[in-house]
């Protein structure tokens, strides 16, 4: 008899707690059902503001493209400009300029007067005075 009354206890404590857990599984099935809704919303509109942005992505992309394709053939078909020969040419300026410093530097000047003299930072005429050292020791060069 106390076997009985015991599972029968049980067996309403578990109908109990049965209830309470349906009800909590049906309020909380609401609740993310209406939160998927809104959210959902939310997540096709940010979808279609993604597909608009990569549409035009893509059409700035194609732009670019033809862009350099037109600058590619007109780098292409340039006549060159340079008609007074080789001493108007800017690098031709600064080779000068370099074998100068080099000169000077053999001759023994110092780095701050070769800099005075020639306009040249410091660090570029070590870089050649240091190339010209490389170059001698290693003459298959």
């Not at 939310?42 to 503001?49: D, M, N, R, S």
């Not at 035009?56 to 007074?84: Q, Y």
């Not at 000047?109 to 870089?127: A, D, N």
């Amino acid at each position: 008899m106390i076997f009985s009354d015991f599972s029968s206890i049980l067996a309403g404590i578990q109908l109990a707690v049965d209830a309470i857990l349906f009800i909590l599984i049906l309020f909380l099935y609401r609740k993310i059902g209406a939160f998927d809704q809104a959210r959902l919303a939310k997540t096709l509109k940010a979808l279609g503001k993604a597909q608009k942005l990569c549409h035009d992505l893509e059409k700035n992309v194609e732009e670019k493209a033809r862009l350099v394709e037109e600058i590619s053939e007109l780098v292409k078909t340039r006549p060159a400009t340079n008609s007074g020969g080789a001493s108007k040419a800017p690098g031709n300026q600064e080779n000068r300029t370099r074998k100068l410093a080099l000169k000077l530097w053999k001759e023994g000047m110092s780095i701050e007067k070769i800099t005075r003299e020639t306009g040249l930072q410091p660090g570029e005429i070590e870089l050649l005075t240091g190339l010209s050292k490389c170059s001698h020791e290693d003459p298959g060069h």
